[in-house]
């Protein structure tokens, strides 16, 4: 029987300890099932879900001042990414800038009232998720799983 390049050189799954395969995979799959379900919720306030990580993101960080480089080293994006996001948030009038008190070269993100009342309705969703997500993991389960996943982050940093 013949194997392919693929087969040979790119195996999606990969022996652990144990003796069972792992597959990887299974990873990009679940992260593009949550990140459509969170992008289909999110639709329905006129944001995309990375949109409201960076609303979430100033709102949990209100009391400081935050400018663009906080929001990437703090949701780890990149800073076109960040550009581009903050430039649509302040297109639907979340967000507005005004110079830092501290240096006035930077510029600090803050809130408008329209996307603070909207954190409310963000977080709901975002639990409503999380239960669906979860569903059918305990608590231990839940804080196995979140170890094991800041394990391999930590692994491929």
């Keep these: 029987m013949t194997r392919s390049f693929f087969s ?6 990969r022996l652990n300890k144990v003796g069972d395969y792992m597959d990887i995979m299974e990873f990009k799959i679940l992260n593009t099932a949550i990140e459509r379900i969170l992008n289909q919720e999110m639709a329905e306030l006129d944001i995309t879900y990375t949109q409201a ?4 993101y100033l709102s949990m960080h209100k009391e400081l001042e935050i400018c ?27 967000i507005y800038t005004t110079p830092l008190f501290s240096d006035r070269r930077y510029k600090k993100i803050v809130l408008t009232n329209k996307s603070e009342k909207m954190t409310i ?30 394990q391999i982050i930590k692994n491929i940093k």
């Design 8 to 13: 040979d050189k790119i195996s999606r799954k």
């Design 53 to 56: 990580t960076v609303i979430g």
């Design 68 to 94: 663009q480089k906080d929001i990437e080293i703090g949701l780890g994006l990149t800073h076109p990414t960040v550009s581009s996001i903050l430039h649509r948030l302040e297109e639907k009038n979340l």
């Design 121 to 150: 309705a963000i977080k709901e969703k975002i639990e409503k998720i999380s239960s669906r997500v979860f569903q059918g993991l305990d608590a231990q389960q839940q804080t196995q799983l979140g170890n094991m996943i800041a």
